[in-house]
T-cell receptor
Framework: DTGVSQDPRHKITKRGQNVTFRCDPISEHNRLYWYRQTLGQGPEFLTYFQNEAQLEKSRLLSDRFSAERPKGSFSTLEIQRTEQGDSAMYLC??????????????FGPGTRLTVT | DAKTTQPTSMDCAEGRAANLPCNHSTISGNEYVYWYRQIHSQGPQYIIHGLKNNETNEMASLIITEDRKSSTLILPHATLRDTAVYYCIVRAASGGSYIPTFGRGTSLIVHP
């Protein structure tokens, strides 16, 4: 399967613990996006990378959240000191954009986080 | 990004055309209309996009009004597997911010 993969698919953690999610984009895709989705809502943008550079961050991305994309390949999203309000589906998407071209995002299956 | 307005839910009989409307009255001249869908427990899937002209691909057709203030996604022969939440978003193709705003979308139920 050459699509976007995310690991783990499900994570249950206790409030106050740190969690880290991984996203492996489609090979050679230069853009990588993170979204958060709660029940009944559409995905909400968190941040995105162009290669290894983090270019945009949403106000939703508090200081407890950090994302990295070393070497412009896979990405990690870490949440420190988790709160119950962090419970959500965390989606990753990747795309290949050349110049000013079209940005078609391919989404992964998501990581469902439950904070107890 | 301009905001969009979609009906909360729609239903359609299997084999019939499903026409999903979207209003985007504040769309800017350089913003495209994109459609995604999300089947339960999966990530969103790209369907189609357009700027001014109507577009068609193997999944759907996109009809954009001349003033670009609204559009309609058409699934010509809906199947049960088309049951999903459909999102209409507008965003610039290049230059500026690439932050897409999904909204709540339209929950389409295709029934036998």
């Amino acid at each position: 399967d050459t699509g976007v993969s995310q690991d783990p698919r499900h994570k249950i953690t206790k409030r106050g613990q740190n969690v880290t999610f991984r996203c492996d984009p489609i090979s050679e895709h230069n853009r990588l996006y993170w979204y958060r989705q709660t029940l009944g809502q559409g995905p909400e943008f968190l941040t995105y990378f162009q290669n290894e550079a983090q270019l945009e961050k949403s106000r939703l991305l508090s200081d407890r959240f950090s994302a990295e994309r070393p070497k412009g390949s896979f990405s990690t999203l870490e949440i420190q000191r988790t709160e119950q309000g962090d419970s959500a589906m965390y989606l990753c998407a990747s795309s290949l954009v050349i110049g000013t071209g079209f940005d078609e995002q391919y989404f992964g299956p998501g990581t469902r986080l439950t904070v107890t | 990004d301009a905001k969009t307005t979609q009906p909360t839910s729609m239903d359609c009989a299997e084999g019939r055309a499903a026409n999903l409307p979207c209003n985007h009255s504040t769309i800017s001249g350089n913003e495209y209309v994109y459609w995604y869908r999300q089947i339960h427990s999966q990530g969103p899937q790209y369907i189609i996009h357009g700027l001014k002209n109507n577009e068609t691909n193997e999944m759907a057709s996109l009809i954009i009004t001349e003033d670009r203030k609204s559009s309609t996604l058409i699934l010509p022969h809906a199947t049960l597997r088309d049951t999903a939440v459909y999102y209409c978003i507008v965003r610039a193709a290049s230059g500026g911010s690439y932050i897409p705003t999904f909204g709540r979308g339209t929950s389409l139920i295709v029934h036998p």
